[in-house]
T-cell receptor, first 116, second 112 residues
């Protein structure tokens, strides 16, 4: 079955440590996205990528970094520069641009990061 | 900048109809989407409106008025399982390709 796999599901980190969240999709989607969700809040866009080897900052990119070396993969690194990293992180993908399917985001199950 | 406004909470009884409104302010607007999220879960796509008017999908309908920068999600024959958070989201293109920006969400409580 096609879908998006995020790992790990739960992650604990000490202050000052970088951590990388994995996102892999087998939907053959061109576009991929990272969102952050805080308790009782909406989703805020961190980074997005339309094609391989290209990505753009979203609304809250500071303290985060990404790479898009393969179409299937879009890992997110939460760096020590992120002041308040404890949150639920959601990865999504879509068909990209040009057709109605491009407007539909498919989400992974999420990764819950807690900084101790 | 970009902003979306939707009510924080709505309560309705089983079998009733409920409407969740969304107003938005953005440049490069392409369309309005709605997503459902149950506690602890991932958002799932419900509907998308690119043009003015009503789109119907089973018990759910979504409406868009581009001139008013306004849309709504209509849920009919409410069921207990509809208790969840509902997010409106705008698809925009402003440099850097297409992106989807979400509102803060409306928590729907369905009572028996």
């Amino acid at each position: 079955d096609g879908g998006i796999t995020q790992s790990p599901k739960y992650l604990f980190r000490k202050e000052g440590q970088n951590v990388t969240l994995s996102c892999e999709q087998n939907l053959n989607h061109d576009a991929m996205y990272w969102y952050r969700q805080d308790p009782g809040q909406g989703l805020r866009l961190i980074y997005y990528s339309q094609i391989v080897n290209d990505f753009q900052k979203g609304d809250i990119a500071e303290g985060y970094s990404v790479s898009r070396e393969k179409k299937e993969s879009f890992p997110l690194t939460v760096t020590s520069a992120q002041k308040n990293p404890t949150a639920f992180y959601l990865c999504a993908s879509s068909r990209g641009t040009g057709d109605s399917g491009a407007n539909v985001l498919t989400f992974g199950a999420g990764s819950r990061l807690t900084v101790l | 900048g970009q902003s979306l406004e939707q009510p924080s909470e709505v309560t309705a009884v089983e079998g009733a109809i409920v409407q969740i409104n969304c107003t938005y302010q953005t440049s490069g607007f392409y369309g309005l989407s709605w997503y459902q999220q149950h506690d602890g879960g991932a958002p799932t796509f419900l509907s998308y409106n690119a043009l003015d008017g009503l789109e119907e999908t089973g018990r759910f309908s979504s409406f868009l008025s581009r001139s008013d920068s306004y849309g709504y999600l209509l849920l009919q024959e409410l069921q207990m399982k509809d208790s969840a958070s509902y997010f409106c989201a705008v698809r925009t293109s402003r440099g850097g390709g297409f992106k989807t920006i979400f509102g803060a969400g409306t928590r729907l409580f369905v009572k028996a």
